[in-house]
């Protein structure tokens, strides 16, 4: 029996279907599976991302409930705070960021986004930014405001939800195409996408496998917290308790020096997929996972006959914010 998800209400921002383009000179120069790519970094909202799709449903829960201004946290390049800065923008909202460590004055990349969306920006310091968020809820509504907190990475189930439909977009595209997909291959790191697509996955009937390639957190932990965030988004979605802990498939081998250092395996990813395919990769996260990719092809992971999806998530405005080490 199809599953039928009982969406939550939405707003309209992202520019959907992503498209769904092929990678033949990739592909050729790897000698590998053949390539595919979900470009989520053309979401639209200022630059675009996978946060997009997540706020369509965050959004519709913040005017649902009238808030009148976005609050949310993330590191000083967080691509999401750079589009939740956009969103509140377009929908009349306040926004207010809590960044990671100390004030950075350079403006470049995202945080040079975040100031021309007009968000307001504060720095937890020795605090991490949830340990800091709430003192900034509590001031906006000592102002008479009334803000709403957008979790960590809009991971939480509306966020999440954007993922299962994702999944749905996907899949009408494949079979508009008459496409199979063996592997589906994504950055993760707060585990909103992974599980908005292995429980999509399973609702739309994906047969395929999907591996997300974490950026900063051992496989363990992400799996876990991925798979209970899915379980939690199946009930919100009046599918029932779905636990699906055993299609949650984690790669920490790429973590290298840590969350945003770059190393030699995310240059050679971004500068190959520029080069080859003109199409632009971030050094956070999609230059890590595609980096992971071309590392498991030159492993032999993947069969020649095999056709792999690359989940683009965004990111590329972070670019401009690693200029000098992009080029080292
Ligand atoms: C946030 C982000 C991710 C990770 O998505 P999660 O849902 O947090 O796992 C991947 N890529 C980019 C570019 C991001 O900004």
Known sequence: MPMNPNYPERVSIAHLPSPLEALPRLSKYLGGPELWIKRDDQTG????GNKT????????????????HLVTM??????????????AAHFGLGCSLVLRGSEQTEMSGNLLLDRLLGAHLYWSGDETPPQFAPRVMRELEAMGRKPYLVPYGGSNVLGA????AAMGELMRQLSAENLNIDF???????????????????????????LGISVD???GDLKSQAAALATA????LGLGLLSLHDRFEVNDDYLGDGYGILSETEREAITLVAQKEGVLLDPVYTGRAMGGLIDLIRWGAFTRGQRV???????????????????A
């Open 217 to 219: 957190r051992p496989a």
């Open 309 to 327: 999806l690359f989940w683009h998530t965004g990111g590329s405005p972070a670019l401009f914010a690693y200029g000098s080490h992009l080029l």
């Open 74 to 87: 993330g590191a000083p390049q967080s691509n999401h705070c750079r589009q939740t800065a956009a969103a």
């Open 184 to 210: 589906i291959i994504f950055a993760s790191s707060s585990g909103g996408t992974q599980a908005g697509l292995v429980l999509g996955a399973h609702v739309y009937d994906f047969r395929g496998k999907l």
């Open 161 to 164: 939800t954007s993922y299962v």
């Open 233 to 236: 988004t199946s009930t919100h």
């Open 45 to 48: 909202l200022a630059l675009g």
């Open 53 to 68: 799709r997540k706020l369509e449903f965050l959004v519709a829960d913040a005017l649902r409930n009238g808030h009148d």
